[in-house]
């Protein structure tokens, strides 16, 4: 893989990985790592790409899966906490469109499944056939959780 190549890559796709990594992870640090490890990942394994659908799901999906893979590790789960985004950590995640938005930080709060298919819907606009793609699950199990995520986010909501 050329420098050149790589730099597209990194120019394209950083924003997207960290956004990724952030919402998953709530940590700033946690995030930057996972980024680095995508890119890493890239290098080692430098697959070829069918078009530039294929390319923004393969960081996508290695993005996601690394993020699982620390989550389930068990230094992860006695070291960091889930529970709450630090206040410190939210001026190190935005969206270049977004200029505030609390919503996010509320979907950010909800379970993993409902906060995935929430924010890759509404966030990174993809449809749900691309989401179950991307989280390797079935499509009326995407719908379920879109469901269930809106009415979780609406009772996060009225709480505030």
Not at 25 to 34: F, L
Not at 123 to 137: F, G, N, V, W
């Amino acid at each position: 893989m050329t420098r050149q190549l790589f730099e597209t890559y990194f120019r394209a796709y950083y924003s997207l990985i960290y956004r990724i990594a952030f919402m998953q992870m709530k940590r700033h640090a946690d995030a930057e790592d996972i980024a680095q490890e995508v890119f890493v990942r890239l290098l080692k394994h430098q697959p070829t790409f069918e078009n530039e659908k294929h390319e923004k799901a393969w960081f996508i999906r290695t993005t996601v899966n690394i993020c699982k893979d620390i989550i389930k590790s068990k230094w992860h789960s006695t070291t960091v906490s889930m529970d709450v985004i630090p206040e410190q950590e939210k001026s190190y995640f935005h969206l270049p469109y977004v200029k505030e938005d609390d919503t996010l930080w509320a979907v950010m709060e909800l379970p993993e499944k409902y906060r995935d298919c929430l924010y890759f819907f509404y966030y990174e606009d993809y449809s749900i056939k691309e989401i179950a793609q991307i989280l390797e699950m079935p499509e009326n199990t995407v719908k379920t959780n879109l469901k269930r995520g809106r009415e979780a986010l609406k009772e996060v909501l009225e709480k505030a």
